[in-house]
């Protein structure tokens, strides 16, 4: 099934298909993802440079690493200096906040520890019930849900969450409707709708009219969410289109979303070095304040959007899109992946770290607007 998805004979007929159709609506047209998957794919497999030059891809805010706020590490880095067990992903370790990352305050001698889900550490705090623990929730509508249910199971006393999940759709939604950017059509995530189905974008589509595809994560997946688009836009009939019907419906896993339902409330949401997101953000409900580890440490609340990046990076411009990693004067100078200045050189799905990975250093789009 894999060789099928990466057969590069089909490969070549769809893009064939997708400069039929480029040529046939000749304005130029600029296509957005918002996943750090589809942009490893987009570039570990020159999707780019098979395109007609009327048509460009832009990579969105979907990179979870990228889009944590600064003043929520900062917190985390605080607690852990106080001597809070502090246990996240691998790369969230490494973001810096205003100051430092968690990597630098375990250089400092906290205890920070990197772990690969949530289980883990709820089974590190119930190994360990005299230390205070702290999960560093980050991430998107993908990772939710496996929080949510250990927290309706019940968690040990000496555990609490720092949350800072963002919700997918209300951040793509908030993106089509933008007159900013200058989209004309959107890759949505198919892991994320997966979770939350194709559902939750609809009122956003009926406001903008924007053609968008739920795709998957496979060279031939990309390169058919890009002709269904561009079809889309041919013949004048926008939708919303599922590519990857393998994994994503409609109603999306309706028992993941009953669980975030009763676990988690959504706020409004900020997003790195961009902006605030209508109902983008994931919050504890009151009955869960016990494990609400800005509850239980009287840590600030509300939203912050404190400065966040050394002097010259253009990091919030990087995650919307409006340029690309080698116009920004830092990339692959004083930031590289060893020794990340900003968030999206850390993350694997940053477009920073992807970029660099792949030595682009000099990549001018066909039709930047």
Same mark, same amino acid.
């Not at 375990?106 to 019930?129: S, T, W």
């Not at 702290?134 to 509508?141: H, S």
């Not at 990076?313 to 340029?323: P, Y």
């Given at each position: 099934?894999?060789?099928?998805?990466?057969?590069?004979?089909?490969?070549?007929?769809?893009?064939?298909?997708?400069?039929?159709?480029?040529?046939?609506?000749?304005?130029?047209?600029?296509?957005m993802?918002v996943?750090g998957?589809?942009?490893?794919?987009?570039?570990?497999?020159?999707? %780019?440079?098979?395109?007609?030059?009327?048509? !460009?891809?832009?990579?969105?805010?979907?990179?979870?690493?990228?889009?944590?706020?600064?003043?929520d590490?900062?917190?985390?880095?605080?607690?852990?200096?106080?001597?809070?067990?502090?246990?996240?992903?691998?790369?969230?370790s %490494?973001?810096?906040?205003t100051?430092?990352?968690?990597?630098?305050?375990?250089a400092?001698?906290?205890?920070?520890?990197?772990?690969?889900?949530? !289980?883990?550490?709820?089974?590190?705090? %119930?190994k360990?019930?005299?230390?205070? &623990?702290?999960?560093?929730?980050?991430?998107?509508?993908?990772?939710?849900?496996?929080?949510?249910?250990?927290?309706?199971?019940?968690?040990?006393?000496?555990?609490? &969450?720092?949350?800072?999940?963002?919700?997918?759709?209300?951040?793509?939604?908030?993106?089509?409707?933008?007159?900013?950017?200058?989209?004309?059509? &959107?890759?949505?995530a198919g892991?994320?709708?997966t979770?939350?189905?194709?559902?939750p974008?609809?009122?956003?589509?009926?406001?903008?009219?924007?053609?968008?595809?739920?795709?998957?994560?496979?060279?031939?997946?990309?390169?058919?969410?890009?002709?269904m688009?561009?079809r889309?836009?041919y013949? $004048?009939?926008?939708?919303?289109?599922?590519?990857?019907?393998?994994?994503?419906?409609?109603?999306?896993?309706?028992?993941? !979303?009953?669980?975030?339902?009763?676990? &988690?409330?959504?706020?409004?949401?900020?997003?790195? $070095?961009?902006?605030?997101?209508?109902?983008?953000?994931?919050?504890?409900?009151?009955?869960?304040?016990?494990?609400?580890?800005?509850?239980?440490?009287?840590?600030?609340?509300?939203?912050?959007?404190?400065?966040?990046?050394?002097?010259?990076?253009?990091?919030?411009?990087?995650?919307? $899109?409006?340029?690309?990693?080698?116009?920004?004067?830092?990339?692959?100078?004083?930031?590289?992946?060893?020794?990340?200045?900003?968030?999206?050189?850390?993350?694997?799905?940053?477009?920073?770290?992807?970029?660099?990975?792949?030595?682009?250093?000099?990549?001018?789009?066909?039709?930047?607007?």
């Amino acid at each position: 099934m894999l060789k099928y998805y990466r057969n590069p004979t089909l490969a070549k007929a769809i893009v064939e298909k997708i400069n039929d159709l480029a040529k046939k609506i000749q304005e130029d047209i600029a296509i957005m993802h918002v996943c750090g998957s589809h942009e490893w794919t987009i570039t570990h497999y020159g999707i %780019r440079s098979l395109l007609p030059d009327n048509v !460009q891809i832009r990579a969105g805010p979907g990179c979870p690493v990228c889009i944590t706020p600064a003043t929520d590490i900062d917190d985390a880095v605080k607690l852990a200096l106080d001597g809070v067990v502090v246990v996240t992903y691998g790369d969230m370790s %490494r973001s810096k906040g205003t100051k430092m990352s968690l990597q630098d305050a375990k250089a400092l001698g906290a205890d920070v520890r990197v772990i690969y889900g949530v !289980q883990d550490a709820v089974a590190m705090a %119930r190994k360990e019930p005299n230390k205070e &623990f702290l999960f560093f929730a980050v991430g998107m509508d993908t990772t939710a849900p496996a929080t949510a249910f250990e927290v309706l199971k019940g968690v040990p006393r000496n555990l609490s &969450f720092l949350v800072s999940y963002r919700y997918t759709p209300s951040i793509q939604g908030s993106v089509m409707e933008s007159n900013v950017l200058g989209i004309d059509a &959107f890759i949505s995530a198919g892991h994320s709708a997966t979770i939350t189905g194709m559902k939750p974008y609809y009122e956003y589509f009926l406001r903008t009219k924007k053609p968008v595809v739920f795709s998957g994560f496979e060279p031939i997946d990309v390169l058919l969410s890009i002709y269904m688009l561009l079809r889309q836009i041919y013949e $004048g009939k926008p939708m919303l289109e599922n590519e990857y019907t393998r994994a994503v419906t409609w109603e999306g896993n309706v028992k993941a !979303q009953e669980v975030m339902e009763r676990v &988690f409330d959504l706020e409004d949401g900020y997003v790195r $070095g961009v902006a605030i997101f209508p109902k983008a953000g994931f919050r504890l409900k009151d009955e869960f304040k016990e494990v609400d580890a800005r509850e239980r440490y009287g840590l600030r609340k509300g939203i912050s959007t404190k400065d966040e990046y050394v002097a010259g990076a253009r990091c919030g411009e990087v995650v919307m $899109g409006l340029i690309d990693p080698p116009e920004c004067p830092l990339y692959m100078k004083t930031c590289t992946p060893e020794d990340p200045k900003g968030s999206p050189m850390v993350s694997q799905e940053g477009t920073c770290w992807i970029w660099a990975h792949h030595k682009i250093l000099n990549y001018v789009p066909r039709c930047k607007r």
